[in-house]
T-cell receptor, first 113, second 115 residues
Framework: DAKTTQPPSMDCAEGRAANLPCNHSTISGNEYVYWYRQIHSQGPQYIIHGLKNNETNEMASLIITEDRKSSTLILPHATLRDTAVYYCIVRAPYTSGTYKYIFGTGTRLKVLA | GAVVSQHPSWVICKSGTSVKIECRSLDFQATTMFWYRQFPKQSLMLMATSNEGSKATYEQGVEKDKFLINHASLTLSTLTVTSAHPEDSSFYIC???????????FGPGTRLTVL
């Protein structure tokens, strides 16, 4: 079973920030939070990941709460090309013996013109 | 960097035939690759973990004799769907662990249709 819970769908106006929440209340201390997105009929695309601290890259920002039980992916200026299903995943280190990606249902983000 | 390719991108075959799908890491070596399956309007489901030079580890409920996985080199893993049936029609996606990281990079997927 997926360790994350996400809203099934969200709309966002083009040019505005898209804030996608993820609940991972059972996350363990050594588990990372990962975000991917899947555009229709393509493989998932890596966006960003983090452990405790907030992270930012050229695609997005990741805000992780202090208790690590939830996080938010922020797309600062959404474009129509950001329309996709966004998956939040938590995973243990590869050397832990419990490494696995378990995909939940994700959030279907629709960016509106 | 971290580009993963799959071939073919789509395939149509007759029931009872076998189909081979290739997954390649183009600019890095991948000791571990993963195979997923995705049915329409559903999420990705992990089928198996493939380690270079050793037998694949299959998830519960996945038939190892039906879905043959070979990971013969650090850049290539193959999935062969044997005696395919219409219920095997799906989107098959591979991923590879990036060198020195625990991050998976995914291929573009292969759409299999069994008539």
């Amino acid at each position: 079973d997926a360790k994350t819970t996400q809203p099934p769908s969200m709309d966002c106006a083009e040019g505005r920030a898209a804030n996608l929440p993820c609940n991972h209340s059972t996350i363990s201390g050594n588990e990372y939070v990962y975000w991917y997105r899947q555009i229709h009929s393509q493989g998932p695309q890596y966006i960003i990941h983090g452990l405790k601290n907030n992270e930012t890259n050229e695609m997005a920002s990741l805000i992780i709460t202090e208790d690590r039980k939830s996080s938010t992916l922020i797309l600062p200026h959404a474009t129509l090309r950001d329309t996709a299903v966004y998956y939040c995943i938590v995973r243990a280190p590869y050397t832990s013996g419990t490494y696995k990606y378990i995909f939940g249902t994700g959030t279907r983000l629709k960016v509106l013109a | 960097g971290a580009v993963v390719s799959q071939h073919p991108s789509w395939v149509i075959c007759k029931s009872g035939t076998s189909v081979k799908i290739e997954c390649r890491s183009l600019d890095f070596q991948a000791t571990t690759m993963f195979w997923y399956r995705q049915f329409p309007k559903q999420s990705l489901m992990l089928m198996a973990t493939s380690n270079e030079g050793s037998k694949a580890t299959y998830e519960q409920g996945v038939e190892k004799d039906k879905f043959l996985i070979n990971h013969a080199s650090l850049t290539l893993s193959t999935l062969t769907v044997t005696s395919a049936h219409p219920e095997d029609s799906s989107f098959y996606i591979c991923s590879a662990l990036g060198t020195g990281t625990d991050t998976q990079y995914f291929g573009p997927g292969t759409r299999l249709t069994v008539l």
